[in-house]
């Protein structure tokens, strides 16, 4: 971090603060606060949507995710566009019609006070749960790569969002989210261009793609009806769909989002520009962690990314072992880079014999390239079996503070503290809305004043603010920040799905019916999470989590169809004699 670096960091985070809260002064009433006035643009609103998704974690995480795994974690992302439509056809138009603040205002309308108010306590739990990681993922590697303080980082992150989201509610989110997502993009165009121009002179964009294919870094589909498989084409088109559908539909901090346009149509354009540019964004990002990949075939990288944890090892009794997998690891990557010569001479000379024998070769070297750092995570762990030691998380941001140029540097922690602060916004805005308004002002006996309300809204996005932070504090790392993210959101999102499913396409279901199925389906999928996925005897997931999602929302429709059943049977006087 030279000085450059910090001016164009500091810089970058105090205009989007003082933007914020400039463009957003006097919010007098719920309407202005919460739905921003109702004069969002659908360009506006399809950034906001795609800010509020795309947090620090996706520009760490995803990187790495595609640097280990390649390209296929982007069927996660197939359902997104199926949802889209959904959302655009039932969600938008009920919303706008019945002129709701929240997401959750519906379901009283439709089922009864309980119904609202357990819908909105789920959302608090994981959305909160969720807001506390957004602070926390790019704080502990930043932490880790930069020796930060820790907590120092998250009390900066956080209180920078508390500022200008307290302040001015929805509308300084969404004004704020249109600045970070072009400093976001445009920080990755140019992270991309590098990288390309770093790779050896014969090693153009084409030869690279083929490189990275050579390694198994391109499958992106994957038709295998596994279900443990987390990502195929199969679970992103079902379980995506119905993660999709509930985290846009139902969640709040999305909500909120398209609730503040001019009117429906605007809602409906802010959501199909969603649905058409988050896969190509995905699979871009994605793009940029493999051309990761094919820069450190030719160049040194660690055997392991996070030097938090080498340093642990290191300081062990298990040094001496460490160095000889490192000495190893060097004498891989020498032969590592031969071999992918030998392909890339091959390509140019369409030799196809030689081409296969080499991809063999280059496919041979990488899976004791992968045996080799599992052996490294094995004595990490053995080390200190609190030490993190997945690196998926450390990989982008190692190539960025190791060989970006000064400036950049700054220009991309910069982009990954905006993604940070976009998100965590969001996040607080919905949390405080439904605190107040689904919760607080609901549940309060007598009139309350529209400044009294905006006071609450504000009152509550500070505390769940300085909630965030102490949740940052004491989390622990996780094995992909971007997973736990979704897994967090998949435990609670198909039972709130369900719920509103109930409520658009099930009529004759009832509020005693929806609130205990909802119940019980909550435990249930608690249950199946725990064993199935968390700690399975056999260590090895049984199912993936995208699933959850699609289980979740059917078992709350089927039990609550059995429920209202047997209580249409119960009332009928005949069986009842009977």
């Known amino acids: 971090m030279g000085t450059l670096d910090w001016i164009i960091l500091s810089g970058t985070l105090l205009f989007i603060v003082v933007y914020g809260v400039w463009k957003t002064k006097g919010s007098k009433n719920v309407q202005d606060y919460v739905r921003g006035g109702n ?63 929240t997401a959750y ?69 969404s004004v704020t989210q249109k600045q970070q997502m072009f400093i976001i993009m445009g920080g990755m165009f140019i ?3 590098f990288i390309l121009g770093y790779l050896p002179a014969d090693i153009t964009f084409s030869k690279a793609m083929k490189i990275a294919g050579a390694s198994d870094k391109l499958e992106i589909l994957n038709f295998d009806f596994d279900a443990k498989s987390r990502y195929t084409f199969w679970s992103g088109i079902t379980g995506g769909f119905f993660l999709a559908l509930s985290y846009f539909g139902t969640d709040q901090s999305q909500v909120q989002r398209y609730l503040s346009g001019k009117s429906i149509r605007e809602s409906q354009l802010g959501l199909v ?32 990314f996070n030097p938090a944890a080498t340093k642990t090892v290191m300081d062990s009794p298990y040094a001496e072992d460490y160095k000889l997998l490192q000495e190893g690891h060097i004498e891989l990557e020498t032969r590592k880079k031969i071999a992918q010569n030998k392909f890339s001479v091959a390509l140019e000379l369409k030799e196809y014999a030689a081409i296969e024998d080499a991809k063999i070769q280059v496919m041979n070297l990488n899976k004791k390239d992968s045996t080799n750092r599992a052996a490294a995570k094995a004595l990490i762990k053995q080390a200190d079996e609190d030490t993190e030691t997945n690196d998926k998380d450390y990989v982008f941001i190692h190539f960025i503070l190791n060989n970006l140029p000064k400036g950049l540097i700054g220009l991309l922690l910069a982009v990954i503290l905006s993604a940070a602060m976009s998100s965590t916004a969001s996040e607080l805005n919905a949390l405080g809305t439904i605190s107040a308004l689904d919760l607080y002002k609901r549940n309060k006996k007598g009139p309350t004043s529209e400044r009294h309300n905006v006071n609450a809204s504000k009152i509550f996005t500070l505390i769940w603010g300085l909630l965030a932070i102490l949740i940052a504090c004491t989390a622990s790392l996780f094995d992909n920040l971007i997973q736990l993210v979704n897994i967090i959101g998949s435990i609670f999102y198909g039972n709130v799905l369900g ?4 409520a658009f396409f099930f009529k004759f279901v009832k509020g005693n019916a929806v609130f205990f199925s909802a119940l019980l389906t909550q435990a249930l999928i608690c249950v199946i999470y725990y064993f199935l996925i968390h700690i399975h005897p056999s260590g090895e997931e049984k199912l993936g989590y995208l699933w959850l999602n699609f289980i979740g929302a059917a078992l709350v429709i089927l039990i609550s169809l059995v429920f209202e059943g047997f209580d249409r049977l119960l009332k009928n006087p005949d069986i009842k004699s009977t």
């Open 191 to 193: 992270t991309f261009f």
């Open 39 to 101: 004069d969002a643009k659908w360009w506006t609103i399809g950034l906001s949507v795609m800010a509020t998704q795309a947090s620090a974690i996706t520009f760490l995480s995803t990187p790495g995710q595609a640097f280990h795994d390649g390209m296929g974690f982007v069927q996660f992302y197939f359902g997104l566009p199926l949802a889209m439509v959904v959302i655009c056809l039932v969600f938008v138009p009920i919303y706008h019609r019945l002129k709701v603040y």
């Open 105 to 173: 205002e519906f379901l009283e309308n439709r089922f009864d006070l309980k119904t609202r108010s357990l819908a909105a306590v789920l959302f608090l739990i994981q959305r909160g749960l969720a807001a506390g990681i957004t602070i926390y993922a790019p704080s502990i590697i930043l932490s880790a790569v930069l020796g930060w303080d820790l907590r120092t980082l998250n009390i900066i992150i956080g209180a920078l969002v508390i500022i200008y989201t307290v302040s001015g509610g929805t509308k300084a989110v």
């Open 273 to 304: 520009f969603n649905g058409i540019f988050k896969i190509p964004m995905q699979f871009f990002i994605l793009l940029v962690g493999v051309m990761v990949f094919v820069f450190y075939q030719y160049n040194p990288s660690p055997l392991n």
């Open 499 to 502: 719920i509103f499913l109930l």
